[in-house]
């Protein structure tokens, strides 16, 4: 392994030098018969050297020139940076991978911080806790779904940094323009959708949000449980299906109905465990599970051949990841290297040298961020790796954009339309939880801002 690595340092200093394009240090890398890892290593160790080799470039935040000894000396100061994000079970990879990243780029040795909850809402509570006492955030980087940066940005006092574009993050102008939300964010993930998980082979009649009605299902459904936004993504899908449009009262007042009185005499559970809706899905208690498309290519690589992800024929809403860095971070430099660290290649599509398994690597991944990323997926899983992932056709015609900015003025009125139904469902459980906190009250709202 250190003889690997040394030869993809070699190769850095050469590209830099020699100021290879990403296609020559490729072509080198394969001449001298490196592994595609070290080769991927090689372009974002590379890109990050480069940035400084005919000058200063532009830091974000700081706002100054700098030099590549300079932006060192930074990095030095500033010593950690912390990002709050998600479980990933690939987490303790990622901080070490990050940390050895800046010490072969920079020289220097730093930690990163990784907070990872299922709930982020906590991260914006601490914010704005610290915003108001007037102490520096505790989170440097955001990394956590669409709608808290949309929400983030409406607030009448800048809660976010205006960081992008940046010369320490060459990586997001790789993105497609879909995921950039300069200057402020950037998408770090392509295909993240609330949905349905299924089996093809119990259920191959479900094809849209409002075949969930089909009395095929009943007592053979999970749904997500109210509180979050994976169940806001499922009100919206179904709103679509039945071709209502959720920026309409009346009209999403009517999705709601259809869901209250069709959809949940079906529902077995109300969930959102994935452990749970693993051992229904395997044990064929149910056939069909709410919750996020990674679960599908999860159980998919765990062997579960018939398990698939529903991709609605009336679309799926989008809820990527996003990441933007907080008002007043005291670490503004190891903030940026990190954001255009997670855009790279090595981490977009992890190398077989960081041992993940093949489950958590497809957590890690999610699908294909811009044409220049289009050439990363590995062997063992090219075959069936748009079964489980969007082409970029069907980025663009099957899955939608959330109106964030109406969704984050509204979500209060859109709460109260979901209310608690008197009914038990067909396994006898108890009835739907409120309704109403279904679409999760904003951290954000005005009456919670200090």
Known sequence: MTRDRDHMLSLVEEAVSGRYSRRQIIQRGVALGLAGSAIAGALTRAGALALTQDGPVKVSILNKEMTHDEIVA?????????????????????????????????????????????????????????????????????????????????????????????????????????????????????????????????????????????????????????????????????????????????????????????????????????????????????????????????????????TAFMIAASGQYLVNGYMWITKGTPHPVLAQVFVDWRLSDEVQFPPDSWGLEHGPWAELNEGILGDSYAGLIPEWFAADYFTYYPTVEQLTKNYKSVDWDYYAANVKSIQTLWDAPKVENSAGLPALPQRRRCIERSALSPENLP
């Open 74 to 306: 930074e990095i030095q100061k500033e010593g950690e940076v912390n990002v709050g994000n998600w479980t990933y079970t690939a987490n303790d990879t990622l901080i070490a991978k990050f940390q050895q990243y800046v010490k072969d780029t920079y020289g220097v040795d730093v930690k990163l911080n990784y907070q990872a909850s299922q709930a982020p809402t906590t991260y914006i509570t601490n914010l704005y806790t610290a915003l108001g006492s007037g102490t520096p955030p505790s989170i440097d980087v955001m990394a956590i779904e669409e709608n808290f940066l949309a929400e983030a940005n409406s607030q009448p006092k800048a809660v976010a940094e205006d960081y992008l574009p940046s010369g320490l993050v060459p990586n997001a102008e790789r993105v497609f323009d879909m995921f950039k939300k300069f200057p402020t964010g950037v998408g770090f993930q392509a295909s993240a959708t609330p949905g349905v998980v299924y089996d093809k082979e119990r259920a191959p009649y479900l094809t849209d949000w409002k075949d969930l009605a089909d009395e095929r299902l009943k007592g053979r459904l999970t749904m997500p449980l109210p509180g979050d936004i994976t169940c806001g993504g499922f009100l919206l899908g179904i709103a679509a299906s039945l071709g209502l449009d959720y920026k309409k009262p009346e009209e999403m007042s009517q999705a709601i109905d259809f869901a209250i009185q069709k959809i949940h005499p079906n529902v077995y559970q109300y969930t959102t465990d994935s452990a749970t809706m693993q051992q229904f899905l395997r044990a064929g208690v149910v056939d069909a599970v709410g919750f996020w498309n990674s679960l599908a290519r999860m159980e998919f690589l765990s062997g579960q051949q018939n």
